[in-house]
């Protein structure tokens, strides 16, 4: 079993800039596909971006273009989400998660959560106006 801890969270004003990074607890962690979602209150998890296991490839949800840059290193068993130009809405708890591989050799890097298998505990983003 996969251990993640995220990492980075905070308050923040809009415009400014933050990175995440989520931890894990064992080197299979290179073996895994890994993803970023978030949670508002009241909303329902969203999709922020995914990364290949070697993290030459990247997917990231619709209205994430641009702004959110997803990252790996294997050798640190870290992976990392810059958001830049934060937005009042950006606010939420922000998850790391790790694929199903089953899912992945299948259907390649997925944006749905029941096709993540391990998550972490979340960080909080709070952007101010």
């Known amino acids: 079993q996969v251990q993640l801890v995220e990492s980075g969270g905070g308050l923040v004003q809009a415009g400014g800039s933050l990175e995440l990074s989520c931890a894990a607890s064992q080197r299979t962690f290179a073996m895994y596909p890994m993803g970023w979602f978030r949670q508002a209150p009241g909303k329902e998890r969203e999709f922020v971006a995914a990364?290949?296991?070697?993290?030459?490839?990247?997917y990231y949800g619709d209205s994430m273009l641009g702004r959110f840059t997803i990252s790996r290193d294997n050798t640190k068993n870290t992976m990392t989400l810059r958001i830049n130009s934060l937005k009042p809405e950006d606010t939420a708890v922000y998850y790391c998660?790790?694929?199903?591989?089953?899912?992945?050799?299948?259907?390649?890097?997925?944006?749905?959560?029941?096709?993540?298998?391990?998550w972490g505990q979340g960080t909080q983003v709070t952007v101010s106006s």
């Open positions: 990364v290949s296991i070697s993290g030459d490839s990247a």
């Open positions: 998660a790790v694929q199903s591989l089953d899912t992945y050799r299948t259907y390649g890097l997925r944006s749905e959560p029941d096709r993540y298998e391990y």
